[in-house]
């Protein structure tokens, strides 16, 4: 009996065999010669860094490596946020190009194999911190292409650190009694790009208090988080609970104490500037807290552009104080600082007649102020944002890098609910 596989050998006749092998030889052929484009893109710009302002000129080199003629050519680039694309031209003499937003796209037809085309790219720098363009080009043609690991390109560029020192951390100390006493933080973050998310830790700080000699703090504090349009977005009692108590302790910023609360927040929205508010409650019994916010971002495209905290303002230990840290630049910052009592209509007891004070980390008072229009009137006015109320005060002042404190009290003796407010001013 012949087995199954010599039976099958069989039934092909011999001089039908080399056809076979044949036909098999000449499919693998036809497979193997499938057209194939290797394209390649590179970028590159003609300086680095690019003062704000000024036109930087991207150049796309896009080449097909081959074997093959590549059929229908395609470039699309994003541009970075913070540039502004001003012009496209490329020595492709039947190309075609068009932007929507941030995104460039190009077509170059049909590119012969060994053939090499340019895109050149002109935009304006417009933010003071890193850029990125990203470029991808693609056959959406019938042709393959064999090697994809050299379709994108990407490159960055700089622009001279800036000039102005940003805010990077801001605190306020106060009185938490529940109520319309608690102490409610508020800062407003802005970004030259919308898609950016803003990298923040926040924290509210009572027991650990007594540590440097303050007597009355509040024993247990929990904080609340909101954005504006958004509503409550994130709270916390006791920091060890959180989340991201391993990365607060990883940046250094645990509590002390476990019954402080803490949390670390990545927040993003489509908007250019968002207000965020940190409302800190005592949990059980009441007394002297501090508020406190920390940027993480502190050489991104996002900063803290405005920072206040409303809270009951009473005498010696229990008056309201404002910290703040100026950074990240190589400059100045220009601040407008603000004490509003009598102009908080809505809120029960507002403060009186506040009066204000800034020291620098030494303890030196830089400067006072009890009623804003007794000094600097014109140029407070300026600002566009001077106090509603003649008895509120402000100092408008320039700042090296460093840490300030803002010191609110009542003239006499007063007692009642304040604001202190830091503005970083363009």
């Known amino acids: 009996?012949?087995?199954?596989?010599?039976?099958?050998?069989?039934?092909?006749?011999?001089?039908?065999?080399?056809?076979?092998?044949?036909?098999?030889?000449?499919?693998?052929?036809?497979?193997?010669?499938?057209?194939?484009?290797?394209?390649?893109?590179?970028?590159?710009?003609?300086?680095?860094?690019?003062?704000?302002?000024?036109?930087?000129?991207?150049?796309?080199?896009?080449?097909?490596?081959?074997?093959?003629?590549?059929?229908?050519?395609?470039?699309?680039?994003?541009?970075?946020?913070?540039?502004?694309?001003?012009?496209?031209?490329?020595?492709?003499?039947n190309c075609g190009y068009g932007s929507t937003g941030q995104t460039l796209n190009a077509s170059f037809g049909s590119l012969s194999s060994g053939a090499t085309v340019h895109l050149f790219i002109a935009a304006q720098m417009q933010t003071r911190f890193a850029a990125t363009l990203t470029a991808t080009i693609k056959d959406n043609g019938s042709t393959s292409d064999p090697n994809q690991q050299n379709n994108t390109a990407s490159h960055t560029t700089h622009a001279p650190p800036p000039a102005t020192a940003k805010l990077l951390n801001i605190s306020t100390r106060g009185l938490l009694q529940g109520g319309d006493n608690t102490l409610i933080g508020g800062f407003i973050v802005q970004s030259s790009c919308s898609s950016n998310s803003k990298n923040f830790v926040v924290r509210v700080i009572g027991p650990s208090l007594s540590s440097s000699g303050l007597s009355g703090a509040v024993p247990d504090p929990r904080l609340e988080l909101h954005a504006s349009g958004f509503g409550l977005i994130a709270s916390n009692d006791n920091w060890r609970s959180d989340s991201s108590a391993a990365q607060l302790q990883s940046l250094g910023l645990a509590p002390k104490d476990d019954r402080e609360a803490a949390l670390k927040t990545a927040f993003g929205s489509s908007q250019s500037q968002q207000a965020f508010t940190v409302v800190a409650y005592p949990v059980t019994g009441t007394g002297v807290g501090l508020v406190e916010a920390y940027d993480l971002d502190q050489f991104e495209q996002t900063r803290f552009a405005n920072i206040s905290t409303r809270g009951f303002v009473g005498t010696g230990d229990n008056v309201m104080i404002g910290g703040f840290i100026l950074g990240g630049g190589n400059g100045t910052g220009v601040l407008l600082l603000r004490a509003i009592g009598p102009s908080l209509s809505t809120v029960p007891n507002p403060l009186g007649d506040p009066t204000l004070e800034l020291h620098d980390s030494q303890g030196t008072t830089l400067a006072a102020n009890n009623n804003w229009r007794d000094s600097q009137e014109a140029d407070i006015r300026g600002t566009s944002i001077p106090p509603s109320n003649d008895l509120e005060s402000a100092i408008l002042v320039t700042l090296s890098s460093g840490a300030y404190t803002a010191v609110v009290r009542g003239n006499g003796d007063a007692t009642g609910i304040g604001l202190v407010e830091v503005y970083s001013l363009p």
């Open 1 to 93: 009996m012949i087995p199954s596989q010599s039976r099958t050998r069989q039934l092909v006749p011999p001089k039908y065999r080399v056809f076979a092998v044949a036909l098999s030889l000449s499919a693998s052929l036809l497979a193997a010669r499938a057209d194939t484009a290797d394209l390649a893109v590179s970028l590159a710009a003609d300086r680095d860094p690019v003062p704000v302002g000024e036109t930087i000129n991207y150049t796309a080199t896009i080449t097909n490596l081959g074997p093959s003629n590549a059929s229908n050519v395609v470039l699309t680039g994003t541009l970075p946020c913070g540039e502004l694309l001003q012009k496209v031209t490329s020595d492709c003499s």
